[in-house]
Nanobody, 124 residues
Framework: QVQLVESGGGLVQAGGSLRLSCAAS????????MAWFRQAPGKEREFVAS????????YYADSVKGRFTISRDNAKNTVYLQMNSLKPEDTAVYYC?????????????????WGQGTQVTVSS
């Protein structure tokens, strides 16, 4: 069973950048597809980005396409989310998720393991 710990959140001005990290332990990291989801206050959790086991396939929500980049380093058991050109509407708690499959998915229900989340706040 894999454990996930996110880091890198914080407060940033609109137009700024942040890089989130998610460190995995307790499992064979390369056996898992990984994803980022987010939940804004008063809203349901939504898909942000996902990546397959090797990093060769990535998927993005339309709202972040062209601004966010998901990547992974299997040697470091870590997945990243580089967020550029941040907007106030990106403010949310960001969650890392793992799916025991080589294939990535955009569906929340297909991820079995979740981190506790890291807060990202974008000021206008």
């Amino acid at each position: 069973q894999v454990q996930l710990v996110e880091s890198g959140g914080g407060l940033v001005q609109a137009g700024g950048s942040l890089r989130l990290s998610c460190a995995a332990s307790g499992g064979t990291f390369s056996s898992y597809a990984m994803a980022w989801f987010r939940q804004a206050p008063g809203k349901e959790r939504e898909f942000v980005a996902s990546i397959n086991w090797r990093g060769g396939s990535t998927y993005y929500a339309d709202s972040v396409k062209g601004r966010f980049t998901i990547s992974r380093d299997n040697a470091k058991n870590t997945v990243y989310l580089q967020m550029n050109s941040l907007k106030p509407e990106d403010t949310a708690v960001y969650y890392c998720a793992a799916r025991r499959s080589v294939a990535a998915s955009i569906k929340e229900g297909e991820y079995s393991y979740w981190g506790q989340g890291t807060q990202v706040t974008v000021s206008s």
